[in-house]
């Protein structure tokens, strides 16, 4: 073998089934050897950020590791987005990016960049391979560390003389490092601390699978209010009785009291964020924190933990629920706050002047979703608080959501996410400014016959700076308005099925014949230039 098939039999040894792409100077023999075999799936896309978006998505959808390839220079460079906001999430990726020969590297040959000093900040690790034999062992070693730990995105970097070489060595054995356990006596001391409050809350980062077994039953044991971290609502049951919804940006007020009245905050797999904590506002000095995480860096980072757990989330709650001792009667905390919350989450139907309000997109996403069951990814930040507040998940895995504010994730997420998914329904939902930063690769999803449905809440504008220039620069707009053509035709143009909605009573149905209709589609959803937020929020001030 040479290098470039060598990387190919490594990829497959290590269960990798798909690989996202553009074509290029560097990787071309690594394509080559892709096109010669059929374990692994390879589809071409129309830009870097949606190949290493895609392969986000395809992680996060359950597909273990996401991979995207890429050439040297501007290839990498379009790949950096993307894979920042992979680290900035914990979602494995692998990144495989061609480089200059090395008998050119150093002379400013044509797109040579230092892949290693550009990724190194925003990667968990970053390597450059320097000899074909050791393309199995540092392959391999990126693959265990993406997955590994606190996970996140690896970059490898491939010199083109190392992709032609001749190979001698061949890939060694695949295995998966186990996630730890705490440590007992920590167990012990939260277990303590636990069986006497009077208050406790239990809050889910991402760090915690999506309705863990271990973890319903630790709540259920405790009797206390679960909440989530901003964008993670899907780690628990929302229709559950101890459930008081999603910290963040349009948090209920019952949802935020739960943390500041709280004696005893018991945090399994979070960072606390900027937005989750209110910049670093919510929790009171004297709630006692119980921290347990898998990253040892985390804990006490930000808020010092009365007990701190170095280990996974679910493997912490299923010892913790072992060792509790017998629990106090804590139902009239929980019912002051739930009655609080159900009623925090009426939704009122609220026309505009023009098209369909976020009110009415919302009540029709919740209706159809009740009734197909489907994956809903979204990346629309004004819509997105509507769907955390007002739209309950039922089972693991139905909701997928950017937390990490980069704009054009949405789409290529929800095609990685279908294709680690594919007897699932996925539905993304995008504002319009984020949709057409990727538009060109709804081809891509017609070509590949990836029947992702995109609703486009289309309000004409850049609908976060929009509001931020209302409330914080005096109506003074500036930048943020533009016009759009009919997005339904420019679906059908390119082969997909596309609906206008422009009233809210068109609404429903055209989600479902999108959903029925088992191609790539867009929903195009004609909305107020000034729609977004819900009534009396505001996005925090830029600081």
Not at 69 to 75: D, F, I, K, Y
Request: with cysteine; glycine share 10%.
């Amino acid at each position: 073998m040479n290098g470039a098939e060598l990387v190919v039999a490594t990829l497959a040894r290590e269960g990798v089934r798909q690989v996202y792409g553009i074509p290029g100077t560097t990787i071309m023999d690594v394509l080559d050897a892709l096109a010669r075999q059929d374990r692994i799936r390879y589809l071409s896309v129309r830009h870097e950020q949606v190949a290493a978006s895609m392969a986000d998505g395809f992680s996060r959808g359950g597909g273990e590791l996401g991979v995207c390839v890429a050439s040297r220079g501007p290839g990498a460079t379009n790949l950096a987005t993307a894979i920042g906001t992979a680290n900035d999430e914990s979602v494995p990726l692998l990144a495989i990016v061609g480089q200059v020969a090395h008998d050119i590297a150093g002379r400013a040959a044509f797109e040579e960049l230092d892949v290693v000093s550009l990724f190194r900040p925003i990667t968990k690790w970053v390597v450059e391979i320097p000899c074909v034999d050791r393309i199995p062992e540092l392959l391999q070693r990126a693959v265990r560390l993406a997955l590994s730990g606190r996970p996140g995105p690896v970059v490898v970097s491939l010199p083109l003389n190392v992709l032609r070489a001749t190979a001698s060595a061949t890939p060694g054995p695949r295995f998966r490092v186990r996630r730890p356990r705490p440590a007992a006596d920590q167990v012990r001391a939260a277990a303590r601390m636990l069986d006497t409050a009077r208050r406790p809350a239990v809050l889910l980062g991402g760090g915690a699978c999506s309705f863990d077994k271990a973890v319903l039953a630790l709540a259920e044991r405790l009797g206390a209010p679960v909440l989530t971290t901003w964008s993670r609502k899907d780690r628990f049951p929302n229709d559950h009785p101890l459930v008081l919804g999603a910290l963040g940006p349009g948090a209920f007020e019952s949802t935020e009291t739960a943390v500041r009245e709280a004696d005893v905050l018991l945090a399994l797999g979070c960072r606390f964020s900027e937005f989750t904590t209110k910049r670093w506002t919510l929790l009171s000095a004297g709630t006692a924190l119980i921290h347990a995480d898998i990253d040892p860096g985390e804990l006490g980072k930000v808020y010092p933990p009365a007990v701190a757990l170095h280990a996974d989330a679910g493997e912490t709650a299923a010892d913790l629920g072992a060792a509790l001792g017998n629990q106090p009667d804590r139902s009239g905390w929980l019912h002051r706050l739930r009655v609080s919350y159900v009623e925090e989450r009426k939704l009122l139907p609220a026309d505009t002047p023009a098209g369909v309000s976020s009110a009415r997109l919302t009540a029709g996403l919740r209706a159809v979703l009740g009734r197909v069951p489907a994956v809903l990814v979204v990346d629309a930040p004004s819509t997105g608080v509507w769907i955390q507040r007002y739209v309950d998940f039922t089972r693991p895995g139905g909701y997928v959501a950017s937390a990490g504010g980069a704009m054009a994730w949405g789409l290529p997420a929800a095609l990685g996410i279908q294709l680690a998914r594919p007897a699932e329904r996925v539905l993304c939902l995008s504002g319009d400014g984020s949709f057409w930063m990727v538009a060109q690769d709804l081809e891509t999803a017609v070509r590949e016959r990836v029947p992702v449905v995109t609703v486009v809440a289309n309000n004409f504008a850049y609908g976060n700076t929009r509001d931020r220039q209302r409330t914080a620069h005096g109506q003074r707009y500036f930048g943020v308005f533009y016009d759009n053509p009919d997005l339904a035709e420019f679906a059908r143009l390119l082969g997909a099925h596309g609906e206008r909605v422009t009233r809210p009573d068109e609404l429903e149905p055209a989600l479902e014949r999108a959903l029925a209709a088992g191609l790539p589609a867009v929903v195009d959803v004609v909305q107020d230039r000034h729609e977004g937020l819900p009534p009396g929020l505001s996005p925090l001030p830029a600081r």
